[in-house]
């Protein structure tokens, strides 16, 4: 069994932060790409930030400049740091991970529940 949690959301007003983190548990083997994806009301789920076990990193055009994705290996924990927030940003953000459970499996996706972002006054 694999549980990724997400915890870190909230209200906030626009222009503050918020940082989001997902850790997975479980049997776990390893962990190769973690990313964070968001789904708004009556809109697809969107690629936010992805990184790699290395630390390479990708955003979404929408976030450059704002937010920043890491990830502490020794913890299958990844993180995303939220800053100057829009009301755009306003979404159920969900944390994904590419994972093995054995060094003979093959990799799969698991995706945690979601946690609830929102940007207003």
């Known amino acids: 069994q694999v549980q990724l949690v997400e915890s870190g959301g909230g209200l906030v007003q626009p222009g503050g932060s918020l940082r989001l983190s997902c850790a997975a548990s479980?049997?776990?083997?390893?962990?190769?790409?973690m990313g964070w994806y968001r789904q708004a009301p009556g809109k697809q789920r969107e690629l936010v930030a992805a990184?790699?076990?290395?630390?390479?990193?990708n955003y979404a055009d929408s976030v450059k400049g704002r937010f920043t994705i890491s990830r502490d290996n020794a913890k299958n924990t990844v993180y995303l740091q939220m800053n100057s927030l829009k009301s755009e940003d306003t979404a159920v953000y969900l944390c994904n991970a590419g994972l093995k459970q054995a060094a003979w499996g093959r990799s799969a996706y698991y995706w945690g529940q979601g946690t609830q972002v929102t940007v207003s006054t």
């Open positions: 990184i790699t076990r290395g630390g390479s990193t």
């Open positions: 479980g049997s776990i083997f390893s962990i190769n790409d």
